[in-house]
């Protein structure tokens, strides 16, 4: 199975405010926009971004190839614990994730 980022053609991720990060999935065609939409799983990325399943919110927008989720912050932009100013650490996440 190949990486996100074998399909993909950008993966970003970066701050929604400061209680949210969203993760942007340019998949540059409607070939590999339905590779993505299909094999990338909702419950898989939540897992893998350590999130519950419910908090996830999941945008899969047909007409511009994108495949855009929306997590809650681990910590809120900016405090002690925030570990990633701008957000931009969970794209490597998901562009490693395999998909059927």
């Known amino acids: 199975m190949p990486e996100l980022r074998a399909v993909a053609q950008k993966v970003r991720s970066k701050n929604a405010g400061p209680f949210w990060l969203t993760i942007d999935i340019f998949c540059g065609s409607s070939d590999a926009f339905e590779r993505v939409r299909t094999g990338l799983a909702t419950d898989a990325v939540a897992a893998a971004l350590d999130t519950p399943t419910q908090t996830l919110k999941r945008?899969?927008?047909e007409d511009l190839n994108v495949v855009k989720i929306s997590i809650p912050r681990p910590a809120v932009q900016g405090t002690v614990q925030d570990r990633d100013?701008?957000?931009?650490?969970?794209?490597?996440?998901?562009?490693?994730?395999e998909i059927e």
Do not use: T
Not at 92 to 97: F, K, R
């Open 85 to 97: 100013m701008h957000g931009a650490a969970v794209a490597a996440l998901i562009a490693e994730m």
């Open 59 to 61: 945008f899969d927008i």
